[in-house]
C-alpha cells in the first residue's frame, strides 16, 4: 500500500513539475513578444507584470523533475544500459554481474545523496531548522537566497538528497525482485498505459489490413 503511494506521489511529482515548467515558459514567451506589441492598454499591462523570476523557476521546476524522473527509470527500468557482454557470461556470471550493478548504483546514489544532506545542511538548513525549533543556531550560516525568487537555496538544492536516496530506494526495490524473480524491470516501448493488451488485439484485429498489391507492392 505505502509503495502504491510513492509510486503515484513520484508519477504525480514528475508530471506536475514538467506540465508547470512548460506553462511558464509558454506564459514568459507569450509576455515577452506581447510587451512587444504597440497595442493600447495591453501592452502597458504587459509591461505592469513581471515574470523575470519565470526563467529561474523553469530551471529549478525541470532539475526538480530530472532527479524524480531518474528514480522512476530505476523503478520502470528505462535507462539505457549497453549489456551486449553481460548477455554472453554464463547464467551464474550473468545473476552475480547484474547484482553488483545494482549495489554499485545503491552505492553511488546513497553517497550522493548523504554529500547533497551535507551540503545543504551547512548552506542554511541548519540555520532554518534551529530557529524554526527555537534552538540556538549561532555559527549556523543563515545561507544565500536565490537571485531572483529569492528563495533559500538549500530549499532548492534539496532535491539532490531527496532525489538521490529515492533513488537508491528504487535500486534496492529493484534488487530485491531481482533476487525473488531473475528479471529486470524492463519497459515496453509498445505499450500505451490505459490501454490493456486485451485491448490492443482487438484494436489490431479491427484494424483495416491493405493488401500489398492495393499499394503496387510485388510479392
Request: charged share 15%; hydrophobic share 50%.
Amino acid at each position: 500500500m505505502l509503495l502504491k503511494i510513492l509510486d503515484h506521489l513520484e508519477e504525480w511529482m514528475i508530471a506536475f513539475l514538467m506540465g508547470g515548467a512548460t506553462l511558464i515558459i509558454f506564459l514568459s514567451v507569450v509576455h515577452r513578444y506581447g510587451t512587444g506589441m504597440p497595442i493600447p492598454y495591453v501592452q502597458d499591462y504587459l509591461l505592469a507584470l513581471h515574470f523575470e523570476w519565470a526563467q529561474e523557476l523553469a530551471i529549478i521546476m525541470f532539475v526538480w523533475m530530472a532527479k524524480f524522473g531518474a528514480a522512476y527509470g530505476v523503478r520502470m527500468g528505462v535507462h539505457v544500459g549497453v549489456d551486449v557482454l553481460v548477455r554472453r557470461l554464463p547464467a551464474a556470471w550473468r545473476r552475480n554481474t547484474t547484482l553488483g550493478a545494482l549495489v554499485c548504483g545503491m552505492l553511488f546514489t546513497g553517497i550522493i545523496g548523504s554529500l547533497g544532506l551535507r551540503f545543504i545542511w551547512g548552506n542554511g538548513m541548519h540555520y532554518a531548522l534551529f530557529t524554526l525549533f527555537g534552538l540556538d543556531a549561532a555559527g549556523a550560516p543563515q545561507g544565500p537566497t536565490t537571485p531572483d525568487l529569492e528563495w533559500p537555496t538549500w530549499i532548492v538544492y534539496s532535491v539532490v538528497p531527496i532525489g538521490s536516496y529515492l533513488m537508491c530506494f528504487r535500486f534496492m526495490q529493484v534488487s530485491v525482485h531481482f533476487l525473488r524473480t531473475g528479471e529486470l524491470p524492463h519497459h515496453n516501448e509498445a505499450h500505451v498505459d490505459g490501454l490493456d493488451d486485451d485491448d490492443d488485439d482487438m484494436f489490431a484485429a479491427l484494424t483495416p489490413v491493405t493488401p500489398l498489391s492495393a499499394l503496387g507492392v510485388a510479392r
